[in-house]
């Protein structure tokens, strides 16, 4: 199965939800991505929908925006 | 395991976000609420902490709002 990818910037509403993320998933099936430390991926968040962190981008491509810790305008910041 | 409680409302973004946390989750391990039509659970939806739908509340109480389809208040009226 493609993995998801879940895109956060390390804040505490991100952690939060990257346990419950991996918790609901298993973690063999989420790539976790911390943006704000590397940076380099942003665009390619971006490009996949993602407006604000944490968000999970499902195998499909669906963006499930979790609860709100940073926009990608902070993240870039 | 205990389950997870998807609470939406029929909602186009609802039904999206259920989809994906199904396919993440399973549907074993997701009950699914629809509070839009069965109006007495709402009360216990706002009572674990859902303000808006879709809302995820994990076996550990957590609360995760995904994405934006409807207020409690839209849900209500």
Known sequence: M???IFY???CPVCKSAEHD?????G???VEIVNIG??????DE???SGVQSV???VTPNGNVLH???GASMEDVKA
Chains 1, 2 share one sequence.
Do not use: M, T, Y
Request: no cysteine.
């Open 37 to 42: 430390e590397n940076k380099s991926r942003i």
């Open 27 to 29: 973690s063999d099936n």
């Open 66 to 68: 979790i609860n709100f």
């Open 45 to 47: 968040a971006e490009k």
């Open 54 to 56: 944490p968000a999970l």
């Open 21 to 25: 993320v991996i918790d609901l998933a």
């Open 8 to 10: 956060h910037a390390g």
């Open 2 to 4: 493609k993995k998801s």
